[in-house]
């Protein structure tokens, strides 16, 4: 299924240019009384909510797909965990940029680790990059996006796919400096997610996937997720030594060569096989 939040907060269910309007499913989430569960209440219950959302297709107000505005597909992610220089030919374009990229942002991702986004800074496919510090230089960055299924701690790789509900498209927008990256990378509207969540039984490998962005027409990143460092079951049970995963999570897998600046008046088009293209628009201010 490809699922996603639209509008004011409609949940739909995408097939081809249609949306089909499943929202009746959320009343059968669990009710919840402070304090509130720190996961995602739809990521939770997804496989128990999944043959109602099936059933509602039949007979669903539906709506085009560009007629619509697409929110991120994970409303509460409890946290928003990213990891740094994952692919060899990023790495090597940061060393060979001193001027751009500090010491400290040109180690392995064994050596640097993985780090936090903030949750406030999440938006949709259908909303808008604001550059926060014009004045600074903002990158742009496309990634494959795990979405957590269920509760993980200390997994192994082996087993570490069957704990995804499902991928997305990322851009994780970046403020260059000497700041921690937690810092440079968290302000509001800096983590895109969407244009949906493709869910992990239509996307059995993720290790295969060809990425491409390009900003107003002209290619900028085109990479294959085969190229990662850490592969996404590596980096869950990376991830999951540290932390609780937990249903909603996101998990940022990382960026390829080719990031490079944007301006306000931009339009960022990130495509991801088997998943979609998002398109969002970059303004200032």
Known sequence: MKLCFFNDNRLGLVE???????SEALRQLPTSGYPYPQTDAL?????????????????ASSFPLNEVTLLSPVANPGKIVAA??????????AIADPATFTRANVRKIQETGLFLKATSSLIGAGQQVVIGLPERRTDHEIELVAVIGKRAKNVSARDALSYVAGYSIGLDITIRGPEER????SLDTYTVLGPWLVTADELSDPHALEMVLDINGEKRQHANTRDLIMDVAELIEFASQYYTLEPGDLLFTGTPEGVAPIVAGDRI??????????????VQS
């Open 84 to 93: 740094p220089v994952n692919y060899q030919a990023h790495l090597d374009e």
């Open 16 to 22: 081809a240019n249609t949306v089909y309007d499943v």
């Open 269 to 282: 088009n990130a495509r991801i096989d088997n998943i979609g293209q998002l398109s969002v628009e970059v």
């Open 43 to 59: 990521i939770t219950n997804l496989e128990q909510l999944t043959p109602e959302i099936i059933r509602l297709r039949e007979g």
């Open 182 to 185: 937690s810092l440079r990378k």
